[in-house]
């Protein structure tokens, strides 16, 4: 069966700095793109950042763009974000979404296998 689990969210104060792993298991990791997506309180799923199946091309939002870097280890099934300089509005559940393919692919509505979440906040 397929299972992504999140880690590594908490409190943290705005400007600082966390990283969010997934751990991935199930299926072939290496030959699938990988996303992260977030939730804020009140909001609708926020696509975040995605990194193809070989890690060589990442792509961001706006609103996270220069403050936060995914990676991926293929060799440990691993998926990262590290989340830098982060706001209060960065403040969601965020979740670890398997895409259908190894391309990268922004549209939420095609991600097949969702974690758990995990509950990042910032605030002083």
């Known amino acids: 069966e397929v299972q992504l689990v999140e880690s590594g969210g908490g409190l943290v104060q705005p400007g600082g700095s966390l990283r969010l792993s997934c751990a991935a298991s199930g299926f072939t990791f290496s030959s699938y793109a990988m996303n992260w997506v977030r939730q804020a309180p009140g909001k609708g799923l926020e696509w975040v950042s995605a990194?193809?199946?070989?890690?060589?091309?990442?792509s961001y939002a706006d609103s996270v763009k220069g403050r936060f870097t995914i990676s991926r280890d293929n060799a440990k099934n691993t998926l990262l974000l590290q989340m830098n300089s982060l706001k209060p509005e960065d403040t969601a559940v965020y979740y670890c979404a398997k895409g259908s393919q190894g391309h990268i692919a922004t549209m939420i509505k095609d991600y097949d296998y969702w974690g758990q979440g995990t509950q990042v906040t910032v605030s002083s």
């Open positions: 990194i193809n199946s070989g890690g060589g091309s990442t």
